[in-house]
T-cell receptor, first 114, second 114 residues
Framework: GEEVAQTPKHLVRGEGQKAKLYCAPI?????VFWYQQVLKNEFKFLIS????????ETGMPKERFSAKCLPNSPCSLEIQATKLEDSAVYFC????????????FGDGTRLSIL | EDQVTQSPEALRLQEGESSSLNCSYT??????LFWYRQDPGKGPEFLFT???AGEEKEKERLKATLTKKESFLHITAPKPEDSATYLC???????????????FGQGTILTVHP
C-alpha cells in the first residue's frame, strides 16, 4: 500500500501478559524501523529490518522484546511479560534504503499496561 | 552518541506572526537531517530532508535551513492549521552501530491562534 499500516490502534494488557503489534510497510520499501515514543515526545529506536533480516537491533531490550518480518506477512513486535513501563506508543516506519531517504511512519499502536 | 535538542519546547503565535524553530545537533557524521510534523494521535509526517550545510528547502509557509551545528524551521504567516508538534531528527551513516536509525529531538509544540 501507499501508507504504513499499524494494527491495532490501541492495545490494553494486564501486567505480565503478552502484547503483539503489527506493521505493514509501504509496498516496495525494504527497510522497516520500530520506535517507542514515551512521555514528552521521546522517541527511542528499537530495531530495524532489511526485508526479513534484522538490520540493527542495538535498541532492542533483549529479555522480553522480539520482532520479526516474514515474507508476505506484516512485521510484528512482541513483548512478553509486559511491565507498566512498556506503556507507550509504538511506531513503525519504512523506507526504500537505510540512509538518505525519509522514513515514513504509521499512526502507531498505543500500548496501555494496567 | 548522537544528540538533538529542539527549542523552544512550546511556541504560541498569532495567525500571521512569523517565527522560527531551532534544532541543534551533535552527530558523528551527518547523513541527513529530517523535519517531521506530528498531529495528536498520528505518526510523524515527513516534511523535509537536508543533507549539507547551506541547504534550504521550502514548502508552502515552511522553510528549513541547515548549518554545521543546527537547523531552523521558519514559519511565515502561520495559520491555525499549522498547529502541531514539529520534530527534528538526525541520521548517522550506516555502518558501525548506526545503520540508518533516526535520533529525534523532543519536539516543539506549535500553537497558532486565529
Amino acid at each position: 500500500g501507499e501508507e504504513v499500516a499499524q494494527t491495532p490502534k490501541h492495545l490494553v494488557r494486564g501486567e505480565g501478559q503478552k502484547a503483539k503489534l503489527y506493521c505493514a510497510p509501504i509496498k516496495g520499501h525494504s527497510y522497516v524501523f520500530w520506535y517507542q515514543q514515551v512521555l514528552k515526545n521521546e522517541f527511542k529506536f528499537l530495531i530495524s529490518f532489511q526485508n526479513e533480516n534484522v538490520f540493527d537491533e542495538t535498541g532492542m531490550p533483549k529479555e522480553r522484546f522480539s520482532a520479526k518480518c516474514l515474507p508476505n506477512s506484516p512485521c510484528s513486535l512482541e513483548i512478553q511479560a509486559t511491565k507498566l513501563e512498556d506503556s507507550a506508543v509504538y511506531f513503525c516506519a519504512s523506507s526504500q534504503f537505510p540512509n538518505n531517504q525519509p522514513q515514513h511512519f504509521g499512526d502507531g499502536t498505543r500500548l496501555s499496561i494496567l | 552518541e548522537d544528540q538533538v535538542t529542539q527549542s523552544p519546547e512550546a511556541l504560541r503565535l498569532q495567525e500571521g506572526e512569523s517565527s522560527s524553530l531551532n534544532c541543534s545537533y551533535t552527530v558523528s557524521g551527518l547523513r541527513g537531517l529530517f523535519w517531521y510534523r506530528q498531529d495528536p494521535g498520528k505518526g510523524p509526517e515527513f516534511l523535509f530532508t537536508l543533507y549539507s550545510a547551506g541547504e534550504e528547502k521550502e514548502k508552502e509557509r515552511l522553510k528549513a535551513t541547515l548549518t554545521k551545528k543546527e537547523s531552523f524551521l521558519h514559519i511565515t504567516a502561520p495559520k491555525p492549521e499549522d498547529s502541531a508538534t514539529y520534530l527534528c531528527a538526525v541520521q548517522a551513516p550506516a555502518g558501525g552501530t548506526s545503520y540508518g536509525k533516526l535520533t529525534f529531538g523532543q519536539g516543539t509544540i506549535l500553537t497558532v491562534h486565529p
